[in-house]
């Protein structure tokens, strides 16, 4: 009963791709786990640069590759034909196969048998451990921050990210906590807690950032929005389980509804704040909000600064765009509180 | 993509129990589902009278049974081996198998291989069905209500089922809706909420209570508190997909903390018609608390009434045990609103 752990460091697999958004995933692990990142693999035809070691997979194996990350998403998420050589041949060299890809590696019979084989694991981030139990709702050791946002897909991630490396940085004993597949992928272990059955979702919310150090923090990623009409119960499950201390509101610039929910508002910001407070207070009566980060690439360039100063004025804290400016004012709120 | 259906007359099987605490399925299918129950069939040894015709398999099937429903539970939730011949017996009589218990009919091969030759279903209804779609948020056609409660196990199933019964019978159009395995089996269909994969849940609710005739009520059994450590989420997701016009706080007299969590205190009747109103009234502003519903069963008899009344004009709301007293009360504030 732990966590997905995955095996480094990774090569990086992105088959015949030519285009970057649909190897978004091998992007963002070069960008935000290089240290994890040996090199990358390609196929013939393929152009994507990840700024990374060209290997082959014995060289890469040889060069110590513990694990081939499948880094880039074929048409329906399916694991095409022509990347099944360069699979088994990584599973004969003894390495693992980490996807998070819609077809599940587990369900391909000629990679179980080679894995059963060499020994090496299919892992397919997109499916939670067995054995998650209920949430208990006990306090655990060790100090927790939670990015909350307005809606999906608006920087919860890389807001997690950014205040979790910067805190290393600064000598802060911290953790980047994963909730979703890329994020597990980059913190080399976590739970995708969307696909964990409704019954234990705060309780895999409570294994994702386990008892820690009395100065330890734990940045964990948030899920979805509280006010979100098809995805509210995860965030709530990811909110009461992790018992934060401290919380991040995460939002966009100029959105104006849930993004493919058009009849939907987005939630104010005092809103976020209010309902995250009012349903976690019951695990962690200390919880307070400590920022607000803002994904502010819709707005013209010039305008970015006032916008943020305007934001951090109107509501008395910390403003930033963790792609763009600092994120050490939200550091120094939660750790002096 | 359809809700699980079950098909009837059923004939309740229970075994050779002699404890009416394990064959409680089959005596709350007897109580609240009679018209779906055609029988029941026991083991030699087991002494468990229902009130309902005794049957063998091949009777009842010829009399129109429809499904043989295991109504009571072994050690472990398992399918005790004497239970098989019986069990294949009523698959080669083309009747299906419904069982909510902990091991999964589906997973016996030798039931897989009768049911397969029969024709037969063996229906797990503690498995949702695939293809669940996110929750769409959108408004349906026709009202709903639905229990809500300061806890589990405090009776809102019940309370759902005396109030569509009692609509019935006083003219109205409505249904029980059911979001747990008994409720289901008592229903004839509905999905087992918390068995859901999160990202699903509020999808999962749609589902249950589909658009319907304007003046028609679906009268929806809720799931867990939004104030409980652990199953927080599946009411918040089962609320946000219900998107109920009514609901009804079901709560227990003397019941101090959340049962099972003794570090939690259960929350106030007011704090649950607040949170349930804050967390719905995105996908129905017209949603209003009609009443409260009490377990006085802990209760010294000559107390109960006067703790009935005292909560009534405490919250100015109809208030009842459902099992005690009626629930006109409440039906005259739901259907007069």
């Known amino acids: 009963m732990t966590a997905l752990t995955l095996r480094t460091p990774y090569l990086l697999f ?11 995933t091998a992007a963002g692990l070069a960008q935000w786990a ?18 990374l070691p060209k290997h082959d997979v014995a060289t890469a194996a040889a060069a110590g590759a513990k694990s081939l990350v499948v880094g880039t998403s074929a048409v329906g998420g399916a694991i095409p034909a022509e990347w099944m050589p360069t699979l088994l041949n990584a599973l004969l060299h003894g390495m693992d196969i980490v996807a998070g890809v819609h077809t599940k590696l587990n369900d391909i019979p000629e990679l179980v048998a080679a894995a059963n084989e060499s020994g090496a694991r299919l892992v397919d981030v997109r499916v939670p451990p067995k054995d998650i139990p209920v949430g208990s709702g006990k306090k655990r050791t060790g100090k927790r921050l939670l990015t909350v946002g307005t809606d999906c897909a608006l920087g919860k991630k890389y807001t997690a990210l950014a205040i979790s490396n910067r805190m ?37 919310a409570e294994m ?32 009461v389980g992790s018992q934060p201390d401290a919380f ?6 100029l959105r104006t509804h849930i993004k493919g ?9 005092q809103a976020v704040i ?12 200390n919880i307070h909000c400590v920022g607000i980060s803002v994904n502010t690439s819709p707005l013209p360039e010039h305008e970015r600064a006032a916008y943020l100063e305007n934001l951090s004025s109107l509501y008395g804290l910390p403003t930033m765009d963790p792609l763009q400016s600092g994120v050490d004012a939200v550091i120094d709120k939660m750790t002096n509180a």
């Open 248 to 253: 991040v509101v995460c939002t966009e610039a």
């Open 14 to 24: 992105v088959g015949s791709e030519t285009e970057p958004i649909y190897a978004k």
């Open 168 to 204: 290393v940085e600064r000598g802060f004993s911290a953790d980047f906590r994963a909730s979703g597949q890329t994020g597990i992928m980059i913190a080399g272990s976590g739970i995708p807690i969307d696909a964990v059955v409704a019954d234990f979702l705060s309780g895999a």
């Open 34 to 51: 290089p240290e994890k990142c040996m090199g990358q693999l390609g196929l013939p035809g393929g152009t994507i640069d990840l700024g």
């Open 208 to 239: 994702i950032s386990p008892n820690a150090d009395q100065d330890h923090w734990d940045v964990i990623e948030g899920q979805g929005s509280l006010f979100h009409p098809g995805y509210s119960s995860v965030s709530t499950g990811l909110l």
């Open 274 to 285: 209010d309902r995250t407070i009012d349903l976690a207070k019951v695990v962690n009566p």
């Open 261 to 269: 929910w058009p009849d939907f508002e987005l939630p104010s910001i």
